[in-house]
């Protein structure tokens, strides 16, 4: 079955450090690729995705790439912000067979800045 | 745009009590919504597959006959814990698809409900 794999956390940076949080997937076919940002309290929001290979998803600074080669979805930005303090979660969703659309999620990275 | 409401965002109620949480798309026509479990500093599973007109399909594991769910409209789908126990009290968050299953559109949030039985 489809599986998504985060880095552990928690991470914990500075305001204005670099952050990256790894994320590998296994899927049976070729999945859409997606970050998702869930705040205290409230539902996910949709941060950024990548529907094929080597596609480049972006938004309000992060950045992710589908990397086929490497089933890998790593999420990136440049320099974190305070208001960046969030739990992101990695997710695939099949595009064929009877789990198509289906969301698979990782176990979530607890991101916490200071300032 | 995209914009999927729950309601409520927390309830609390005795053991025994039926709740009813409702997922409303309110910008577009969600054929397809689905329906999370999270539980305190995990992930979200999947519990069912809500569809339009039609019978909900559940997860393995998942009860039917406890987690009621029915999706009438284009715009609304409602998830009812029937007679609902201590071990029910999680965060639940519905999800809509905008487009169709296989048109590879993100799936929308709703700011998820808090459930708390006592």
């Known amino acids: 079955g489809n599986s998504v794999t985060q880095m552990e956390g928690p991470v914990t940076l500075s305001e204005e450090a670099f952050l990256t949080i790894n994320c590998t997937y296994t899927a049976t076919g070729y999945p859409s690729l997606f970050w998702y940002v869930q705040y205290p309290g409230e539902g996910l929001q949709l941060l950024l995705k990548a529907t094929k290979a080597d596609d480049k998803g972006s938004n309000k600074g992060f950045e992710a790439t589908y990397r086929k080669e490497t089933t890998s979805f790593h999420l990136e930005k440049g320099s974190v912000q305070v208001s960046d303090s969030a739990v992101y979660f990695c997710?695939?969703?099949?595009?064929?067979?009877?789990?198509?659309?289906?969301?698979?999620f990782g176990q979530g990275t607890i991101l916490t800045v200071h300032p | 745009g995209a914009v999927v409401s729950q309601h409520p965002s927390r309830v609390i109620c005795k053991s025994g009590t039926s709740v009813k949480i409702e997922c409303r798309s309110l910008d577009f026509q969600a054929t397809t919504m689905f329906w999370y479990r999270q539980f305190p500093k995990q992930s979200l599973m999947l519990m069912a597959t809500?569809?339009?007109?039609?019978?909900?399909?559940?997860e393995q594991g998942v009860e039917k006959d406890k987690f009621l769910i029915n999706h009438a409209s284009l715009t609304l789908s409602t998830l009812t814990v029937t007679s609902a126990h201590p071990e029910d009290s999680s965060f639940y968050i519905c999800s809509a698809l905008q487009g169709s299953l296989y048109s590879n559109q993100p799936q929308h949030f709703g700011d998820g409900t808090r459930l708390s039985i006592l």
């Open positions: 997710a695939l969703s099949e595009t064929g067979g009877t789990s198509y659309g289906k969301l698979t």
């Open positions: 809500s569809n339009e007109g039609s019978k909900a399909t559940y």
